[in-house]
């Protein structure tokens, strides 16, 4: 639709990589967020010695990345596969 609208297809790709890019900050603020939390019920109330390092957070950061990265590559292979004239026909 939006290359029917008008947009090229390098106009797409950067409206993509900007989503992909806000929802990889959202996740990796929420899990971030979230291991603080964890660390702190393990200290506090269960006094567990779970450990909230800089490896925790790289591994965070990896899988957040990853998780938007592989469906963000496969929806830019989907989305300008085809030119908006044969879209429009079918």
Do not use: Q
Not at 65 to 70: L, V
């Amino acid at each position: 639709v939006l290359r029917a609208n008008g947009m090229t297809k390098k106009e797409i790709r950067n409206i993509i990589y900007t989503e992909m890019l806000f929802e990889f900050i959202k996740t990796f603020i929420t899990g971030f967020l979230f291991i603080i939390l964890i660390d702190l019920i393990a200290h506090v109330w269960l006094e567990y010695p779970f450990r909230c390092d800089e490896m925790t957070v790289l591994w965070l950061f990896i899988i957040s990345i990853g998780s938007m990265m592989f469906p963000t590559v496969i929806s830019l292979f989907s989305v300008n596969k085809y030119e908006p004239d044969r879209v429009m026909r079918n």
